[in-house]
């Protein structure tokens, strides 16, 4: 099944150009057929395609489709955005496929990237969600500071994964309530600084590990996303 991208389809009834080109020119896509599009908010429309021009292709909405995500909860990973920016992209994406409502890239004291394009990251959130057949896209916040975001924060669990070995940490699979409210965040290549860590201590944030393996920040924020999920599929079990 091919998925089609428009956040306005029921006021417009038109595909954006990207999605109109890959129906009509790549798709070579014609009037009368059926097409399904999501709007990122939980819906498919299943439209038939009135108007096949390349770069506005109008449709007509024969009827719609609740598409909610299969989890219950919302699940936030706050993350800080890796040097390279390849890494960070790739990790919006395959957070979007295992399945994720928030990403937040967090500016602390080490961080190694001080700004990010959010809608770069988001055009790549797009792509994932129709490749992934979801229909709610993954919101992604503009850069937010660590201290904003503990403070901010009012997911009903709360962990931070840091790596200082001094202070106690329990493993995130283990403290986890599976299909409640949570945010996990991630530091650094260099880790939280002490006094982030000891910030989010003090605001109630729970100090987790997510194994012995020592992991780069991308493969750090997916593990703890998938460990959510594979928790909440054993609870259901």
């Given amino acids: 099944m091919i998925l089609f991208y428009a956040p306005d389809i029921e006021q417009t009834l038109t595909l954006p150009e990207s999605d ?68 960070m992209e790739w990790l919006v994406e395959k957070l979007t496929e295992i399945g994720v409502n928030r990403i937040v890239p967090l500016l602390g004291r080490r961080s190694e990237r001080k700004e990010i394009k959010v809608e770069r990251l988001e055009k790549i959130a797009v792509s994932a969600m129709k490749q992934s057949l979801k229909a709610v896209l993954p919101r992604i916040d503009a850069m937010t500071p660590v201290s904003r975001f503990i403070a901010e924060c009012d997911s009903r669990q709360r962990f931070i994964a840091h790596c200082d070995d001094s202070l106690e940490r329990r493993l995130l699979s283990r403290e986890y309530i599976p299909l409640t409210d949570v945010a996990l965040m991630i530091g650094p290549e260099g880790d939280f600084a002490p006094e982030e860590i000891e910030s989010a201590l003090e605001a109630g944030w729970n100090p987790v590990s997510l194994g012995d393996n020592r992991l780069r920040t991308e493969t750090a924020a997916l593990v703890g996303c998938d460990t959510f999920h594979i928790c909440d599929q054993i609870k259901s079990l």
């Fill in 20 to 87: 109109s080109q890959h129906a009509i020119r790549v798709l070579r896509m014609k009037e009368g057929e059926e097409i399904a599009v999501i709007d990122g908010r939980g819906h498919r429309f299943i439209c038939r395609i009135a108007a096949a021009h390349p770069k506005h292709a109008s449709v007509v909405i024969d009827r719609v489709e609740a598409m909610p995500l299969s989890w219950p909860q919302s699940i936030t990973i706050a993350v800080a955005p890796t040097k390279h920016i390849d890494r």
